[in-house]
């Protein structure tokens, strides 16, 4: 619709609508991102899980196993933010790293067949797949 055929008031009130739907979503995205405190360095589990964006139940299961750092204190076990983005860092799978070393798999596995290896035929092989 063109805006030229609704009528002013209408416009306005469209107007005022759209105004408080966009406070409203402000407010909303404000109060998710309170639920990190970003001045605090141990968070629970739960802030842990909304920070990583998995369950709580993942996030006591990647600690019971020792694969995410986490510190207990009395009986309450807490994450801390700057560990975590470490573990996030280091346990990031890096696409060159990985296709780096999938293709040195298929030569050295082609290596043994032949002594002559043809990489470009490699890399666009693995491209069709």
Do not use: C
């Not at 008031?9 to 639920?35: A, N, P, Q, S």
């Not at 700057?82 to 790293?97: G, L, P, S, T």
């Amino acid at each position: 619709m063109e805006n030229e055929h609704i009528p002013q008031e209408i416009r306005l009130f469209l107007d005022m609508l759209t105004d408080l739907l966009v406070e409203k979503y402000l407010e909303r995205i404000e109060g998710r991102l309170k639920k990190i405190p970003e001045l605090r360095r141990l968070i629970t589990a739960k802030e842990a899980s909304q920070y990583l964006n998995v369950s709580t139940d993942t996030i006591y299961r990647l600690a019971a196993l020792k694969r995410l750092p986490y510190i207990k204190i009395g009986t309450r076990v807490l994450f801390d933010i700057k560990a975590i983005d470490r573990w996030i860092e280091k346990n990031m799978v890096k696409e060159k790293d990985w296709k780096r070393e999938e293709i040195k798999l298929k030569i050295q596995s082609e290596k043994k067949g032949s002594k002559e290896i043809d990489l470009l035929g490699i890399l666009k092989k693995r491209a069709k797949d």
